[in-house]
């Protein structure tokens, strides 16, 4: 994280539904959904890759649930587009091979409150995880990244809802938004990339006006000074037709800067997507997320990174630690030690999964995370708002022990 004090160029990407990484996201995350709305208890570890006319299905999965796997991946497929043939990948006649079994009775053990050592839920695994927030934008997510998601969203609004104004559109595609800082916060866009799959028969100033009309919907036009659309890099390598899981073979959890903060945050290395909220790799990292934008919401940072580590099959986390990068108002120490109590936020895995919801998701479903981000969508619970007056009063009630 650069200091809030220099100037500074600032690069993120997002990519559409299309891209052949996050078309193995959403039917990983769509087996997810299927499985927790006939058996909240389901166990789930499914990865998939796609690559020409090819889906392959993996992993572990305990649950009560049938699934007509083959049938889930078709559907996906056919949502986002890749819906006849002679696209090289079609929902309608790809092969689709399902390799998946029953979860580890090892893992079990640790992750079960009634067979765990401790008698209650234990993480899942081990690793490390990070949430993160900043004042760059409203929903407190870094603005190259959000500007970057929100190009790409539309697009595909269009292409879904206009087909006949944009017929030329085919699912791939990637944004890239550069933004320059001054005192810690963006002021100006630099430069701005995006490579978006087409017909062959489209013109390039048909694409170059459309992406100009959408950036100058997503994009406040304060930031765009100095700017024009002929400066945008549309298609930079002239053509684009040939996209997709048939252009670039895809794979599960191979977007996770993407699905978290565009590089501005840290990210301990776990995907997110076809796991089930057992795996702290998910749902500490969406704790994290919640505890880091109440942190900033409440004014007591403008930027927060949180870690939280895990031993497998251990309910608390073995560390907390909270870095608001010379941003906050009182010692990050006094943060953390906040955070460790477990009161405001609790960050053992069932306690996480209790109070975000995560076994029976209301108003939201996990496809809905694995496309244009993971975080800053309103829907989501980790992104509400409502431990700002707690985090308030315990700075008030506590001093920092460091």
Same mark, same amino acid.
């Given at each position: ?171 791939d595609a990637k944004a890239q938004v550069s933004l320059w800082y001054e005192g810690g916060k963006p002021v100006a866009v630099r430069n701005l990339v995006v490579s978006h799959q087409h017909t062959p028969e489209m013109e390039m100033k048909q694409l170059r006006s459309l992406v100009a009309e959408v950036v100058l919907e997503v994009i406040p036009a /304060? !930031?765009? $000074? ?11 390598? &002239?053509? *684009? ?11 599960t959890g191979r977007k996770i800067i993407v699905d978290s903060y565009g590089g501005m945050g840290r990210h301990g290395g776990g995907a997110f997507s076809g796991k089930d909220p057992s795996k702290v790799d998910r749902s500490a990292t969406y704790m994290g997320r919640y505890a880091a934008k109440n942190i900033v919401a409440a004014g007591l940072a ?54 975000? /919801? !995560?076994? $029976? ?11 244009? &981000?993971? *975080? ?27």
């Open positions: 994280m650069s200091s809030v004090h220099s100037s500074y160029v600032f690069t993120s990407e997002s990519v559409s539904e299309g891209h052949p990484d996050k078309v193995c996201d959403q039917i990983a995350d769509t087996v997810l959904d299927s499985c927790l709305v006939k058996d909240s208890e389901s166990r789930v570890a499914c990865e998939v890759l796609v690559t020409t006319n090819f889906i392959l299905l993996a992993g572990e999965v305990s649950s009560q649930a049938s699934l007509d796997y083959a049938g889930i991946a078709r559907q996906v497929a056919r949502d986002i587009g890749y819906d006849r043939p002679g696209l090289g990948f079609s929902g309608d006649d790809a092969e689709v091979v399902v390799k998946i079994h029953e979860q580890s009775p090892d893992i079990y053990l640790g992750v079960n409150a009634a067979t765990s050592q401790t008698g209650e839920q234990g993480a899942g695994d081990q690793g490390m995880m990070f949430g993160f927030a900043c004042s760059d934008t409203d929903c407190l997510m870094p603005a190259p990244l959000y500007y970057s998601h929100r190009i790409m969203q539309r697009l595909a609004e269009l292409r879904h809802k206009e087909p006949e104004r944009c017929a030329f559109l085919r699912p /304060g !930031l765009l $000074k100095g700017l024009s659309p002929e400066d945008y890099l549309i298609n930079p390598t &002239g053509r *684009f037709e040939i996209g997709g899981p048939h252009g670039d073979t895809g794979v403008k930027t927060c990174e949180i870690q939280v580590a895990y031993a497998i099959g251990v309910a608390k986390p073995v560390s907390i630690n909270v870095n608001t990068f010379g941003t906050g108002v009182c010692e990050d120490q006094r943060l953390a030690n906040i955070l460790e109590q477990g009161v405001i936020f609790d960050f053992r895995p069932a306690r996480i999964i209790e109070a975000l /919801g !995560l076994k $029976k998701p209301a108003g939201w479903n996990y496809r809905q995370t694995s496309i244009y &981000g993971h *975080f800053g969508k309103a829907q989501f619970p980790w992104e509400k708002t409502d431990r700002v007056e707690a985090l308030l009063d315990a700075v008030r009630k506590t001093a920092c022990t460091c």
